[in-house]
């Protein structure tokens, strides 16, 4: 009987644990999730046609970081024409 307690009891504890990290906004590593961030890659090129790959994470319509990914790039002829739209080209967080 004693030993059915105390499994009893453990389990209670455990199942309390996991209950209030589900319904929480916290996770196991104690950092509140937060929502609207997110990541993509997009080629900048530059008025010779060099384009380079740059890794963008945001918040909302806020840039969080902006960096060059390293060895990945592209130098186009001098008669290569960029096919995005213009206003394509500088929108980085627009979601």
């Known amino acids: 009987m004693k030993k059915i307690t105390i499994i009893s009891g453990v389990l209670l504890v455990i199942l309390s644990l996991f209950a209030i990290l589900y319904f929480s906004d916290w996770n196991i590593t104690g950092k509140t999730i937060e929502a609207n961030y997110y990541s993509y890659t997009r080629a900048i090129c530059n ?32 008669d290569w024409i960029d096919p995005r739209r213009e206003n394509e080209k500088e929108i980085f967080c627009n979601r």
């Open 47 to 78: 008025e010779k046609n060099f384009c380079q790959d740059y890794g963008i994470t945001c918040h909302g319509k806020e840039i969080v970081s902006f960096s060059p990914i390293t060895g990945v790039f592209a130098q186009f002829s001098e």
